[in-house]
Every structure is written in structure tokens, then in C-alpha cells.
């Protein structure tokens, strides 16, 4: 069993989550309420976890769950409870569930008096992969999708509608209901158009394609997250292939062919909808 800081007055840790990055355990508080233990492993992209502890840090509990206490690479983290908003979606309806979206997503980007963390990702950093992917298919002669994505991420970022620190990995397995309401968990602190945060819900669940390519759902989430937003329905669309395309970029950099073409499958459906719009 791990051996957790004396100070954080936890016990009784119970692995409830694995990934290649972290492990993930429920301990009691002292109060004898739940909280959540995120013990970082060693690997290449570590940094980036640690951005996402210091927009917590940031957001203090706004939108997001609460950072409690950290020790080396391992954070203590507020329970934010354990109903998936994917869970929601199954069983009240994927359109409930983009309204919960947005609404999390306007309390991410609400105004905080505290200034933000200085080593949050700038978005045209977090692009690197998909413009590698594109300049290697226009060497090679070929006009596809990355090429035409990299384009619209090079206008998004020359022509931001606003600049803020964003989560970065928005999703339906990012976002749980609990004590507080629902609440994000797991940033990656990134700063830039909050387009970008509207973008990784197009692509989820990830065992939902048949919500994900159908044009009813894209066009209704353009909508919802362009109010929440301020922006079009075609800049949030934009974002969103631009996004896609990029995720594919990084299946491909792991020779993942089968999840590199379904996003890249996905990014053009959403494509499709942009220019009908």
C-alpha cells in the first residue's frame, strides 16, 4: 500500500484507476470524507500533468475540482464523485449532456481575481504534431486533411477570439457529478482560444460514433458551445476540426492507425457540416 504524506491525514487507499501516466486512489480524510490521491509515474509528457495541477490550483475549486495538497508528483485532490457525464449522456440523452457541457465549460472560463499559473502551454505549442503531420504530406505531394487543418489552426491562432487558460482535455470522462455539482477534473493548462475547449467533446464518448458522425449532433453542439462562447457555430467548428485532426496527428506519431483514422474520420464529418453552415 502506498505511503501517503502524514500531513494530508489520509487512509484506507483504494486503487480505483490505472493509467499508462497514473495511479489513481480513494483515501478517507480525517473527517472520514473521500478525496482522491493522483500519483504521477515517470514519463515523457510528466510536465504536462503538472500544468493541469497549477490550473487547479488557479481556478481554486471554480469549475473544477480542488486542489488539496501536493507532495512531489502526487496531488490531493476534492471527490468529485463517481457519475461520469458519459454515464448521464446513456441514460438521459446526449443533448442533456452537451448542455451540462457548456455549463461547465462557462465556469472554466469565468473570471478569476488570481493571476493565472506562468507555465501554462501556449495553444501554438500544443499544435506541434499536426503541423509535423501536415508539412510531411505536402513534401509528399499530397493535399490532405492535415494540410487543410493545419491551415485553419494557423488562422485560429493568428486571429485568436480570446486568450485564457483553458483545461485543454474537455470531455465526458473528464467531467463527474458529485457533492459540488459537476465538476472537470484532470486539465492539461493551456492558454488560448477557448474555442479549443469546446473542440474534444465533438470526438466523444469514445464508443459513441454514432453520435459522433452524425451531423444532427455536430451542428446541435456548434450551437450550444458558440453561445456559451461567443463565437459562431462555424469558428467552434473550425476549432473542432482542427482539433480532431491534431489528435489524429498524435496516433499517428504512435502508429496507431485505427484510432488515427477514426478521428481523422470524425474531422471530416464535422468538415462536411462546417460548409454546409
Known sequence: MPAFPERWKVSAPELIAETFSSRIWKVTREDGSPAVVKDLKPFDDV?????????LAWRRGEGT????GRDGNRMLL???????L?????????DAATAIAAEVMARLLSSSEHHPPPDLQPLRDRFVSLFRAAKADRDAGKDT????????????????HDVRPLHGDLHHDNVLFGPRGWLAIDPKGV?????????????????????????????HMAEVFGKTLGQSPRAVLDHATAYGCLSAAWHREDSNAVDENRELSIAEAIRTVRLSL
Do not use: K, T, W
Not at 510536465?47 to 490550473?55: I, S, V
Not at 486533411?145 to 485560429?156: D, N
Not at 473542440?199 to 452524425?214: E, G, I, K, V
Open 145 to 160: 486533411l492535415y494540410v487543410e487543418a493545419a491551415a485553419i489552426a494557423e488562422r485560429l491562432l493568428a486571429e485568436p
Open 78 to 84: 476534492e471527490y468529485a464523485g463517481d457519475r461520469l
Open 191 to 219: 492558454l488560448g482560444d477557448p474555442g479549443f475547449d469546446a473542440a474534444n467533446m465533438f470526438y466523444n464518448p469514445l464508443d459513441r460514433d454514432d453520435l459522433c458522425l452524425d451531423p444532427r449532433r455536430i451542428a
Open 65 to 68: 475540482v480542488r486542489l488539496l
Open 86 to 94: 458519459s454515464q448521464h449522456l446513456a441514460e438521459h440523452g446526449d
Open 47 to 55: 510536465a504536462d500533468e503538472l500544468r493541469g495541477e497549477h490550473f
